[in-house]
C-alpha cells in the first residue's frame, strides 16, 4: 500500500535550458498516485516554477493559484509513461512540460497504462489472432478502462493532497493528442462519474473528486463504437488506403508509402457502414449555433455535411487571411496542402464560400481500410484496447462481431462505454468541464471529421465553452500551437 501523501520536502532543483530559454523548477518525480498500483508506470511528476517558492510571480500567475496543466504521452492506445521537462519526442524543440512550466504553469505529467502494459517486450505491435498472442503475454493489465481510470486517480490524488500541492486544483487542464486527446476527452466528460468508482478503487485511488476545469484535446481518436460508419460516411467514395509505414534500416528510419486498395467485399462493408451513420447523427439531435437542426438523410446529405463542410471553408478561409498562421504552422502542413492549390474551393476575395466534399476528400485521401476501427480479423490497436487479461483483441461494434472473419467475442457493453466521451456529454449525470478546446487538422484522416464535429457540437448544445477548429493543412497531430492553447487558458484561468 502506498501513502497518497504529498511530501512537498521531496523534490530536486533542476534546470533546462532549451532554445536559449531556460527553465529553474522543482521537480517532485515518480510519486505513485494510487495505493494498489499494477504497473509501474502508474507515477506522477509535478513541475514547478522554482521562482513560486521565493514568492515571485510568472504571467501573474504565483505558487498556489498556477493552473495545473496536465499533458500525457498516450499514443495508440499504448501506454504512455509520465513527461519528464525537456525535448520533445522527435529531439527538434523543448516539449510541451517546458512550454508549460515556461509559461507559468505546475506540470502535472501522469504515466498512463495502456495496452501493451504488462507485455514483457515492449515493441509496437498489432495484429495476430487470440490463440497466438494469448500465450505470449504477461497480464494485460492496462486495457479499457485503464487510461481513464489512471487520468482520475492522479487528478485524485492532487485534490486529496490540495493543501500541500502546488498550483490550483480547481484550475487542472488536461492535454493530449489522437489517443491521448481521447484520454483528455474522457477527463473532460466523465468528472465524478460513478461509473469508474469500482476501477478507481481497485488501485486505490484516493477518495476525492476528479472532475477537470478544462480539457484540450488534439485529434481525438474517440466514440470508437460509431467510428467506422463515420469513416464510411466520409471516405466511401475512395477506394484506396493511403498510408505511411516506418521501416528500422541501417540508415535510420525510413518512410515508405503504401497503397492499397479496398477489394470488392470491403467496398460493399463500406457502402452498409455508411449507411448506417445517419440514423446515429440523427439521434443526436444536434443543432447549430442558431438551433437548425443538424440531420442527415439516407444519403448522408443534409444539414449535418453542410455544417461539418462549413469548418473547413473556415478553416480555409482563415488561413488565405491569417498569414501568421501560414507562417507558423506551414512547415507542419501536408505538402500539397497550399490554399492556393485547393481548386475544389470556390473563394469570393479571401472569403471560401463554397466546396466540393469529394473532391476535398480525394485530396486529403483514405488512410483506413473497412472497417477502419472494429477489424473483422481484430488487428486494429483498438481491437485490442478492449481486449483484457484473459482475451487479447475483441470486437465493439455489433457490426464487425456479425461479420467477423476470426474466431472473436464481443468486449462488455459497459466497458465500451466507458471509453466513449459522448454518451457522458449526453447524459449529464456527471461534472463535466465547462471549457473544452479541440483541434483536428483539416488533413487528418486518422479518423472521420464527423467525431470531433459531433464532440463539438454536442458540448456545445450543452452549453459549455467550445473553441473547436480545423487547421488548415495539418495532418494527424498535436500541441502545435501551444502559444494560442495557452492564450485560450490564462483568458479562462485569470
Ligand atoms: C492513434 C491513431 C489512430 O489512427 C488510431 O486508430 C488510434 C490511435 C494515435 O495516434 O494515438
Known amino acids: 500500500m502506498y501513502d497518497l501523501k504529498f511530501n512537498p520536502e521531496n523534490y530536486q532543483i533542476k534546470r533546462c535550458?532549451?532554445?536559449?530559454?531556460?527553465?529553474?523548477?522543482?521537480?517532485?518525480?515518480?510519486?505513485?498516485?494510487?495505493?494498489?498500483?499494477?504497473?509501474?508506470?502508474?507515477?506522477?511528476?509535478l513541475y514547478v516554477p522554482e521562482v513560486y517558492y521565493q514568492g515571485e510571480s510568472i504571467n501573474g500567475y504565483q505558487l498556489h493559484t498556477a493552473p495545473i496543466f496536465a499533458p500525457n504521452t498516450v499514443g495508440g492506445y499504448m501506454e504512455g509513461p509520465a513527461m519528464q521537462v525537456g525535448e520533445d519526442y522527435f529531439?527538434?524543440?523543448?516539449?510541451?512540460?517546458?512550454?508549460?512550466?515556461?509559461?507559468?504553469?505546475?506540470?502535472?505529467?501522469?504515466?498512463?497504462?495502456?495496452?501493451?502494459?504488462?507485455?514483457?517486450?515492449?515493441?509496437?505491435?498489432?495484429?495476430?489472432t487470440n490463440d497466438e498472442k494469448s500465450t505470449k503475454e504477461g497480464m494485460l493489465t492496462g486495457r479499457a478502462p485503464a487510461l481513464i481510470v489512471d487520468m482520475k486517480a492522479a487528478i485524485r490524488y492532487l485534490r486529496w493532497n490540495k493543501d500541500l500541492v502546488p498550483g490550483d486544483v480547481e484550475k487542472i487542464i488536461t492535454n493530449g493528442t489522437s489517443a491521448g486527446g481521447a484520454l483528455s476527452a474522457l477527463a473532460g466528460a466523465t468528472g465524478n462519474a460513478k461509473e469508474y468508482e469500482p476501477y478507481l478503487k481497485a488501485i486505490g485511488a484516493a477518495k476525492a473528486r476528479d472532475d477537470i476545469?478544462?480539457?484540450?484535446?488534439?485529434?481525438?481518436?474517440?466514440?470508437?463504437?460509431?467510428?467506422?460508419?463515420a469513416y464510411e460516411w466520409l471516405f466511401e467514395k475512395e477506394t484506396t488506403c493511403h498510408r505511411i509505414k516506418f521501416e528500422k534500416t541501417p540508415q535510420g528510419v525510413k518512410k515508405i508509402a503504401i497503397l492499397d486498395e479496398l477489394d470488392e467485399e470491403q467496398k460493399l462493408l463500406s457502402k452498409k457502414l455508411k449507411a448506417a451513420f445517419p440514423s446515429y447523427v440523427n439521434q443526436l439531435q444536434l443543432q447549430d449555433e442558431t438551433g437548425n437542426k443538424l440531420t442527415s438523410d439516407e444519403n448522408g446529405e443534409g444539414s449535418f455535411k453542410d455544417y461539418v463542410m462549413n469548418f473547413v471553408l473556415k478553416s480555409a478561409t482563415k488561413e488565405k487571411k491569417t498569414l501568421d498562421s501560414q507562417t507558423?504552422?506551414?512547415?507542419?502542413?501536408?505538402?500539397?496542402?497550399?490554399?492556393?492549390?485547393?481548386d475544389y474551393i470556390t473563394f469570393q476575395g479571401e472569403e471560401a464560400v463554397a466546396i466540393d466534399m469529394d473532391s476535398y476528400v480525394a485530396k486529403i485521401t483514405r488512410m483506413k481500410p473497412v472497417p477502419a476501427f472494429d477489424s473483422l480479423t481484430l488487428e486494429c490497436c483498438e481491437n485490442e484496447e478492449f481486449g483484457d487479461e484473459n482475451v487479447?483483441?475483441?470486437?465493439?461494434?455489433?457490426?464487425?462481431m456479425k461479420h467477423s472473419k476470426v474466431k472473436a467475442e464481443m468486449a462488455d457493453e459497459e466497458k465500451i462505454k466507458l471509453l466513449n466521451p459522448i454518451p457522458f456529454i449526453e447524459n449529464g449525470n456527471c461534472?463535466?468541464?465547462?471549457?473544452?478546446?479541440?483541434?483536428?487538422?483539416?488533413?487528418?484522416?486518422?479518423?472521420?471529421?464527423?467525431?470531433?464535429?459531433?464532440?463539438?457540437t454536442l458540448l456545445q448544445n450543452k452549453g459549455y465553452q467550445v473553441d473547436f477548429c480545423l487547421p488548415w493543412?495539418?495532418?494527424?497531430?498535436?500541441?502545435?500551437?501551444?502559444?494560442?492553447?495557452?492564450?485560450?487558458?490564462?483568458?479562462l484561468a485569470k
Request: hydrophobic share 40%.
Open 17 to 45: 535550458e532549451l532554445d536559449g530559454r531556460e527553465v529553474i523548477y522543482r521537480a517532485f518525480e515518480n510519486i505513485v498516485y494510487c495505493a494498489n498500483p499494477v504497473s509501474a508506470v502508474q507515477k506522477l511528476n
Open 91 to 128: 529531439g527538434h524543440k523543448p516539449n510541451t512540460a517546458f512550454e508549460a512550466l515556461y509559461h507559468g504553469y505546475v506540470v502535472m505529467c501522469a504515466g498512463i497504462r495502456g495496452r501493451n502494459t504488462g507485455r514483457k517486450s515492449n515493441e509496437f505491435f498489432v495484429g495476430g
Open 213 to 229: 476545469f478544462a480539457a484540450s484535446c488534439y485529434c481525438p481518436i474517440h466514440n470508437l463504437e460509431n467510428a467506422d460508419a
Open 328 to 342: 507558423r504552422l506551414q512547415k507542419l502542413a501536408v505538402p500539397g496542402s497550399e490554399i492556393e492549390k485547393q
Open 392 to 400: 487479447f483483441a475483441r470486437h465493439f461494434t455489433e457490426f464487425s
Open 431 to 456: 461534472d463535466v468541464a465547462k471549457n473544452w478546446r479541440i483541434r483536428h487538422g483539416a488533413f487528418d484522416r486518422d479518423t472521420s471529421l464527423a467525431i470531433p464535429v459531433i464532440l463539438a
Open 473 to 491: 493543412g495539418l495532418p494527424h497531430s498535436g500541441d502545435y500551437d501551444l502559444k494560442d492553447l495557452f492564450e485560450w487558458i490564462d483568458c
